[in-house]
């Protein structure tokens, strides 16, 4: 039995990297915490009634998703960098890097990127029934507001993770294949998005891994997934108010 247990080791555990073993398997135990934890259905079933109180209660549940993501895809996976590989935070992305191209490209994609929300809004309608997805927080311009920085800590940390954490954490041992690598869960986890959006996250995970790489940052990702996500916010109230 020792014998065929060390025989297993040396055929399947021989020559592993130790930064890519941890970043692999903390992706699948973080996603899986992200997925539990984070879910607006477990904010409700624990924390509802204690939040009752505070104005727009249908919008609690998303907040809560927002802000827990930050710890479970920034925090949790920030700590695991530090502390279980031997790079330093800044060579997972988290600084600014190629300011002139980072910042070109943010501006450029954002400035294409209005007319394909307005047509895509246009042309398929579920995207004003799904956007924003509390809808509770169009009722002020400050619900709105907070709403939106919410929104960007939550794109932050999932930018992180994906083009952070696991695109530069497993760089040095599959190349630009990383690429690759970190698209197939972010693609997964737009499976409960329109399906125009889902497919589209394809192709973004794609495009956002190569900016990353090319800038050496995350951020310019974050940024990008951001305006993006607030302006299909933007159009789709605004689509909903002039509808007769």
Do not use: C
Request: charge should be positive; avoid cysteine.
């Amino acid at each position: 039995m020792i014998i065929h247990i060390q025989t297993l080791k040396e055929k399947y555990l021989q020559g592993w990297e130790r930064q890519a073993t941890v970043i692999l398997l903390a992706s699948a135990l973080l996603l899986t915490l992200h997925r539990y934890y984070s879910r607006r259905s477990f904010f409700r079933r624990h924390f509802t009634e204690y939040f009752d109180s505070l104005p727009l209660p249908e919008s609690h549940s998303y907040f809560y998703w927002f802000l827990i993501t930050a710890f479970t895809l920034f925090l949790l996976p920030a700590l695991v960098a530090k502390f279980g590989t031997s790079e330093r935070l800044k060579n997972y992305g988290v600084q600014l890097g190629n300011q002139k191209l980072g910042w070109r490209v943010t501006g450029m994609a954002w400035v294409l990127m209005i007319p394909v929300v307005v047509l895509a809004v246009i042309v398929y309608p579920p995207f004003v029934e799904k956007y924003p997805l509390s809808k509770a927080v169009t009722s002020s311009w400050q619900a709105f507001l907070l709403y939106q920085l919410a929104y960007g800590v939550y794109m932050f940390s999932w930018e992180f993770f994906f083009r952070g954490f696991m695109l530069f954490g497993l760089e040095r041992k599959f190349g630009n294949y990383a690429i690759l690598i970190q698209t197939i869960p972010f693609a997964i986890l737009h499976y409960t998005k329109p399906l125009p959006e889902a497919l589209g996250s394809v192709i973004a995970g794609v495009l956002l891994g190569v900016l990353a790489l090319e800038t050496r940052s995350f951020l310019y990702g974050a940024a990008i997934h951001w305006l993006v996500a607030m302006t299909m916010d933007i159009v789709a109230v605004a689509f909903r108010h002039s509808a007769p």
